[in-house]
């Protein structure tokens, strides 16, 4: 079972919103760094959003800002995406992933991953 499970994505259209959410399996994620990346068919992976409560840090890609808000129960392993105003150009499956790291996490280097769950933006 793979440590961090994604929820949440499906099918809308453009001007939709949608809520990711990401829930870890062990306790030991409520202290770690969580984000979201995403990838479109035919790109590479991007950076989308990330949080850490340790730190108080809270970093979203220009891309989505003003979009798209990551939020986190401080203490806890869950990581939500709440994405508004999609467009086509949103379509990817969206990866949860954690570290203890929050620079690491940002840089695309996080240790742990959820599976995806496809987001699809009809325009």
């Known amino acids: 079972q793979a440590p961090l499970v994604e929820s949440g994505g499906g099918l809308v259209q453009a001007g939709d919103s949608l809520r990711l959410s990401c829930a870890a399996s062990?306790?030991?994620?409520?202290?770690?760094?969580m984000g979201w990346f995403r990838q479109a068919p035919g790109k590479e992976r991007e950076f989308v959003a990330a949080?850490?409560?340790?730190?108080?840090?809270?970093f979203v890609a220009d891309s989505v800002k003003g979009r798209f808000t990551i939020s986190r129960f401080n203490g806890k392993a869950t990581v939500y995406l709440q994405m508004n105003s999609l467009n086509a150009e949103d379509t990817a499956v969206y990866y949860c992933?954690?570290?203890?790291?929050?620079?690491?996490?940002?840089?695309?280097?996080?240790?742990?991953w959820g599976h995806g769950t496809q987001v699809t933006v009809s325009s």
């Open positions: 992933a954690a570290d203890p790291d929050f620079e690491r996490l940002v840089r695309n280097g996080a240790a742990y």
């Open positions: 949080n850490s409560w340790i730190v108080s840090r809270t």
């Open positions: 062990e306790r030991t994620f409520s202290t770690y760094a």
